[in-house]
């Protein structure tokens, strides 16, 4: 084969005329040293206070358990009620031609039954998972009356004398969504939020929160739940909520919310209301840290700092900043992503200049009367690397658009992509370029646009269509579905959502729906969860691992239509190594017609699955799904707000969990085979799974803003040496499903066979922004891993493909970042920064 930048076409790359030369423009980070050295020298550190940005594998204690909800048994339990043939009634509801927009004066979620349960409690079917803080806990919601104890109750409140805040019913175990209908609620201090709590208001009019003059502390709402630390805090929910805190103090430090929280986490759809220009009010802030994913879809005015970042990585998309001194400020983030953001009125747009940044990529965002756009520290290697790509910067007179340790390098608007950091080219040297200032051009794919950005599409909240134009699956009469962990609810499931298809839109209350075959949604489904609420899998029909079945499968190859989840999980009640969560087949009318927000998978670490109690051992014991999400060819979907997790710990106790999942995302959707569609990955992190996190295998044309990844922390030696990748799933099945076979490893390199975190193999115009991927541990001990050692020796692989566009490359802990044909080799020690290896530009065009 050629060697890898000989086949390469030149790139039409212009060093930007703007750049002034106070910076290099161009520097060969050739260092042959450090390639031919297999031993890793540290990253070049970052500022950060933060002890904390390393696993920490605490779960909740869950004390009243119901033992006898053993959903692995339910496949002998199967369904209470005999299912009742369709009535003429519901099969007359066919085809409808969609639900009706009737524009509602009361958000459906309000008015619908509230039937949903914790299954795995004592008492769980009376546990109250909708909490209305008007008509259940006496909140006046009229503008003076004193809210924050009525409001606090109903966070708190619980069964038999266990409350939330008590911290012993797990982290499934206390799902609990606070509704806030319309009205203006005054707070005289801070509310404190907890694992499993979603504070929602009614989108149709926004809910105030607002703090009171005399208001008792310094942060409104303590979005982060006080007894688990930033990067355990999962699955919390803040949306549809304008906050005030006008009437405190400009000076006065001051934030509206503490978001010290990590995956499985949503921040959307809510006005923050600060005085213009304070010098102490902050929007959101992360004090503690966390491992975040996605935030979205918010206004944030005045204060002096919009967002505060302080995070392991995350994704920022929908944001309008205004009249703050600073719109967002990076104090701490390895891999960020800034996408979709208007900044208006800021004396800078975006600061990070803490020295504590791996990268940021900043995309398809505006500013406006602002002194800077982005004030960065000019490193001269990969730590604070910047790309901007489609930026305008309508500053005028002396505004400008990049200062780095002071200097202006960059003024004006970015119409391609712009790149401040090390380079991997066609035609460039293939150990790469430092460059001060580059502007690169990325030819993106007509059909992921709208408007010529990236197309993005807020969680939809449905508050169009009034309440008759909604079912709860559990109060369909004739078709009993039950949500309690222990009857077989397949089967009325799949009636329901057959008979409602194209009609009407489905809300599953809070359980966990157990199913012992495939649920398959419709083209022309809506489906809404609450908090999380779980389809579980079970039984013989998900065993064979070489004929996977899908638990969920979103149509039939060839159809096009809507088919829109929100707010579900997917999970497994078993050891089910034959079980794909979650197959996508059907392709998107229109861009955002077939996605999925707020939607996530768990496989282990919580109550309610044999998986939690039986895979302390070896992992190869433990094949507990075949594999997570499966785009398949003719799929073209949007998906936003999504965490694929393999449970490292338990989250509900203490149980060991060595649990080898085959897969995380497999993504063949491809223009040439959906109708020459788009596919869209907005803030999405895999995890821990076994062969590889993120798998593109014949695809075409495909975006992604962010993608973290981890390791199985049983992987690597020191633990399992028997199971070294592809075990404990060989042989792999390259086909059909385009697995690695790790034939690159010599047969004992434990180092070697270790997950690759991106595989990429005969796939085409990939646009793949911000990566952080992480390995932490070597055979379940994070000391294998300290000073940043090496240990693993693989991230990212590319194979037969062309048209790679990679911007904001992040690895910790991985001797080579990327590989592929052609020689292509990217090493952490030709690009120390961030928190092992950064790359602001890996393009690869074959
Ligand atoms: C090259 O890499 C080695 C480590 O292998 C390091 O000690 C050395 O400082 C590097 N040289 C340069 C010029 O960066
Ligand atoms: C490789 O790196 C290690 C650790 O930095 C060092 O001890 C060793 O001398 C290096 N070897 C070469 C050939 O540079
Ligand atoms: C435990 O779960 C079973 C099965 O759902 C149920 O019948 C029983 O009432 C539950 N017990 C308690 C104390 O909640």
Same mark, same amino acid.
């Given at each position: 084969?050629?060697?890898?930048?000989?086949?390469?076409?030149?790139?039409?790359?212009?060093?930007?005329?703007?750049?002034?030369?106070?910076?290099?423009?161009?520097?060969?980070?050739?260092?042959?040293?450090?390639?031919?050295?297999?031993?890793?020298?540290?990253?070049?550190?970052?500022?950060?206070?933060?002890?904390?940005?390393?696993?920490?594998?605490?779960?909740?204690?869950?004390?009243?358990?119901?033992?006898?909800?053993?959903?692995?048994?339910?496949?002998?339990?199967?369904?209470?009620?005999?299912?009742?043939?369709?009535?003429?009634?519901?099969?007359?509801?066919?085809?409808?031609?969609?639900?009706?927009?009737? =524009?509602?004066?009361?958000?459906?979620?309000?008015?619908?039954?509230?039937?949903?349960?914790?299954?795995?409690?004592?008492?769980?079917?009376?546990?109250?998972?909708?909490?209305?803080?008007?008509?259940?806990?006496?909140?006046?919601?009229?503008?003076?009356?004193?809210?924050?104890?009525?409001? %606090?109750?109903?966070?708190?409140?619980?069964?038999?004398?266990?409350?939330?805040?008590?911290?012993?019913?797990?982290?499934?175990? %206390?799902?609990?969504?606070?509704?806030?209908?319309?009205?203006?609620?005054?707070?005289?201090?801070?509310?404190?939020?907890?694992?499993?709590?979603?504070?929602?208001?009614?989108?149709?009019?926004?809910?105030?929160?607002?703090?009171?003059?005399?208001?008792?502390?310094?942060?409104? /709402?303590?979005?982060?739940?006080?007894?688990?630390?930033?990067?355990?805090?999962?699955?919390?929910?803040?949306?549809?909520?304008?906050?005030?805190?006008?009437?405190?103090?400009?000076?006065?430090?001051?934030? /509206?919310?503490?978001?010290?929280?990590?995956?499985?986490? $949503?921040?959307?759809?809510?006005?923050?209301?600060?005085?213009?220009?304070?010098?102490?009010?902050?929007?959101?802030?992360?004090?503690?840290?966390?491992?975040?994913?996605?935030?979205?879809?918010?206004?944030?005015?005045?204060?002096?700092?919009?967002?505060?970042?302080?995070?392991?990585?995350?994704?920022?998309?929908?944001?309008?900043?205004?009249?703050?001194?600073?719109?967002?400020?990076?104090?701490?983030?390895?891999?960020?992503? /800034? $996408?979709?953001?208007?900044?208006? +009125?800021?004396?800078?747009?975006?600061?990070?200049?803490? *020295?504590?940044?791996?990268?940021?990529?900043?995309?398809?965002?505006?500013? $406006? +009367?602002?002194?800077?756009?982005?004030?960065?520290?000019?490193?001269?290697?990969?730590?604070?690397?910047?790309?901007?790509?489609? !930026?305008?910067?309508?500053?005028?007179?002396?505004?400008?658009?990049?200062?780095?340790?002071?200097?202006?390098?960059?003024?004006?608007?970015?119409?391609?992509?712009?790149?401040?950091? =090390?380079?991997?080219?066609?035609?460039?040297?293939?150990?790469?370029?430092?460059?001060?200032?580059?502007?690169?051009?990325?030819?993106?794919?007509?059909?992921?646009?709208?408007?010529?950005?990236?197309?993005?599409?807020?969680?939809?909240?449905?508050?169009?269509?009034?309440?008759?134009?909604?079912?709860?699956?559990?109060?369909?009469?004739?078709?009993?579905?039950?949500?309690?962990?222990?009857?077989?609810?397949?089967?009325?499931?799949?009636?329901?959502?057959?008979?409602?298809?194209?009609?009407?839109?489905?809300?599953?209350?809070?359980?966990?729906?157990?199913?012992?075959?495939?649920?398959?949604?419709?083209?022309?489904?809506?489906?809404?969860?609450?908090?999380?609420?779980?389809?579980?899998?079970?039984?013989?029909?998900?065993?064979?691992?070489?004929?996977?079945?899908?638990?969920?499968?979103?149509?039939?190859?060839?159809?096009?239509?809507?088919?829109?989840?929100?707010?579900?999980?997917?999970?497994?009640?078993?050891?089910? $190594? @034959?079980?794909?969560?979650?197959?996508?087949?059907?392709?998107?009318?229109?861009?955002?017609?077939?996605?999925?927000?707020?939607?996530?998978?768990?496989?282990?670490?919580?109550?309610?699955?044999?998986?939690?109690?039986?895979?302390?051992?070896?992992?190869?014991?433990?094949?507990?799904?075949?594999?997570?999400?499966?785009?398949?060819?003719?799929?073209?979907?949007? /998906?936003?707000?999504?965490?694929?997790?393999?449970?490292?710990?338990?989250?509900?106790?203490?149980?060991?969990?060595?649990?080898?999942?085959?897969?995380?995302?497999?993504?063949?959707?491809?223009?040439?085979?959906?109708?020459?569609?788009?596919?869209?990955?907005?803030?999405?992190?895999?995890?821990?799974?076994?062969?590889?996190?993120?798998?593109?295998?014949?695809?075409?044309?495909?975006?992604?803003?962010?993608?973290?990844?981890?390791?199985?922390?049983? %992987?690597?030696?020191?633990?399992?040496?028997? !199971?070294?990748?592809?075990?404990?799933?060989?042989?792999?099945?390259?086909?059909?499903?385009?697995?690695?076979?790790?034939?690159?490893?010599? @047969? @004992?390199?434990?180092?070697?066979?270790?997950?690759?975190?991106?595989?990429?193999?005969?796939?085409?115009?990939?646009?793949?922004?911000?990566?952080?991927?992480?390995?932490?541990? *070597?055979?379940?001990?994070?000391?294998?891993?300290?000073?940043?050692?090496?240990?693993?020796?693989?991230?990212?692989?590319?194979?037969?493909?062309?048209?790679?566009?990679?911007?904001?490359?992040?690895?910790?802990?991985?001797?080579?970042?990327?590989?592929?044909?052609?020689?292509?080799?990217?090493?952490? =020690?030709?690009?120390?920064?961030?928190?092992? @290896?950064?790359?602001?530009?890996?393009?690869?065009?074959?």
């Amino acid at each position: 084969m050629h060697l890898f930048p000989l086949l390469f076409l030149a790139l039409a790359e212009i060093v930007s005329a703007r750049s002034l030369p106070a910076v290099e423009q161009r520097r060969s980070i050739l260092n042959t040293t450090a390639l031919a050295n297999n031993s890793y020298y540290p990253p070049i550190p970052v500022n950060t206070n933060f002890a904390d940005f390393v696993p920490n594998m605490k779960g909740i204690p869950l004390i009243s358990i119901n033992e006898s909800v053993q959903p692995w048994n339910g496949a002998i339990k199967h369904v209470k009620t005999a299912p009742t043939p369709r009535t003429d009634a519901l099969l007359a509801a066919r085809s409808c031609g969609g639900p009706v927009v009737t =524009n509602p004066g009361t958000f459906w979620y309000e008015q619908i039954t509230h039937n949903g349960i914790s299954p795995f409690i004592n008492d769980g079917a009376s546990w109250p998972v909708f909490r209305n803080v008007k008509t259940n806990y006496g909140a006046a919601g009229d503008g003076s009356t004193d809210d924050t104890d009525a409001i %606090q109750n109903a966070i708190n409140a619980g069964i038999n004398g266990i409350t939330r805040d008590q911290n012993q019913l797990g982290t499934t175990g %206390q799902p609990a969504v606070i509704y806030l209908p319309r009205g203006v609620y005054i707070l005289s201090k801070p509310l404190q939020l907890y694992v499993g709590t979603v504070l929602m208001g009614d989108p149709l009019s926004p809910p105030t929160l607002k703090a009171a003059s005399g208001f008792n502390g310094n942060v409104l /709402i303590y979005g982060k739940d006080p007894h688990q630390d930033a990067t355990t805090n999962f699955y919390i929910g803040v949306k549809n909520l304008v906050f005030d805190s006008n009437n405190i103090n400009k000076d006065t430090q001051f934030t /509206i919310i503490d978001w010290s929280v990590s995956q499985a986490t $949503q921040l959307t759809n809510c006005v923050f209301n600060m005085p213009s220009f304070s010098s102490g009010h902050t929007g959101i802030s992360m004090p503690e840290g966390g491992s975040g994913t996605y935030l979205g879809d918010l206004q944030i005015n005045g204060g002096v700092v919009g967002i505060d970042m302080s995070n392991q990585q995350y994704m920022v998309k929908g944001v309008a900043f205004k009249f703050s001194t600073t719109g967002i400020k990076l104090s701490h983030c390895f891999d960020c992503i /800034i $996408q979709d953001c208007t900044f208006q +009125d800021h004396s800078v747009a975006i600061d990070m200049t803490s *020295n504590s940044v791996g990268s940021l990529v900043v995309l398809d965002s505006s500013a $406006q +009367d602002v002194g800077t756009f982005v004030a960065t520290v000019n490193t001269g290697n990969g730590a604070s690397s910047l790309i901007l790509e489609n !930026v305008q910067n309508n500053g005028g007179g002396s505004a400008q658009t990049v200062m780095a340790s002071g200097n202006a390098i960059l003024a004006g608007n970015v119409a391609d992509t712009w790149v401040m950091g =090390n380079t991997y080219t066609p035609g460039g040297s293939p150990l790469g370029s430092y460059v001060g200032g580059a502007t690169f051009t990325t030819p993106r794919s007509s059909n992921l646009l709208q408007n010529g950005n990236y197309f993005t599409m807020a969680p939809p909240t449905y508050q169009e269509y009034a309440l008759d134009q909604f079912i709860n699956i559990k109060s369909v009469s004739g078709l009993p579905v039950f949500g309690d962990g222990v009857t077989d609810d397949t089967a009325n499931i799949n009636s329901i959502l057959s008979t409602y298809a194209n009609c009407k839109i489905i809300f599953f209350p809070q359980g966990t729906y157990l199913v012992t075959n495939t649920i398959f949604v419709p083209a022309g489904s809506r489906i809404v969860g609450e908090a999380w609420s779980a389809i579980s899998a079970v039984g013989s029909n998900f065993w064979n691992p070489t004929s996977p079945v899908p638990m969920v499968q979103v149509g039939n190859a060839g159809d096009v239509g809507v088919a829109q989840i929100s707010d579900m999980l997917f999970t497994v009640a078993d050891v089910l $190594q @034959g079980c794909q969560l979650l197959e996508i087949n059907i392709a998107a009318s229109n861009p955002g017609d077939v996605g999925l927000w707020n939607s996530h998978f768990r496989v282990g670490g919580a109550a309610g699955s044999k998986v939690q109690t039986n895979c302390a051992g070896s992992p190869a014991d433990c094949k507990a799904a075949f594999g997570l999400l499966h785009l398949t060819a003719t799929s073209s979907a949007y /998906i936003e707000d999504m965490w694929g997790w393999t449970a490292d710990h338990d989250l509900d106790g203490g149980n060991g969990q060595n649990i080898a999942v085959g897969r995380g995302a497999l993504i063949e959707s491809s223009s040439a085979s959906n109708g020459g569609r788009g596919t869209w990955l907005v803030g999405t992190a895999f995890e821990h799974n076994t062969l590889y996190q993120y798998n593109f295998h014949n695809a075409k044309d495909i975006y992604a803003g962010m993608q973290q990844s981890e390791t199985p922390y049983w %992987q690597g030696p020191g633990f399992a040496e028997d !199971v070294l990748d592809p075990a404990p799933w060989a042989p792999a099945l390259v086909t059909p499903y385009g697995d690695p076979d790790y034939s690159n490893c010599g @047969g @004992g390199d434990s180092q070697c066979r270790m997950a690759w975190f991106e595989y990429i193999t005969s796939s085409t115009n990939l646009f793949l922004y911000a990566t952080g991927f992480w390995t932490f541990f *070597n055979g379940n001990d994070l000391s294998n891993c300290n000073n940043n050692a090496a240990c693993q020796t693989n991230a990212i692989d590319i194979q037969g493909s062309s048209a790679i566009y990679m911007y904001g490359v992040n690895t910790k802990s991985n001797l080579n970042m990327v590989t592929g044909d052609n020689g292509l080799l990217v090493t952490m =020690n030709n690009n120390p920064g961030g928190w092992g @290896g950064v790359v602001a530009a890996m393009l690869a065009e074959g």
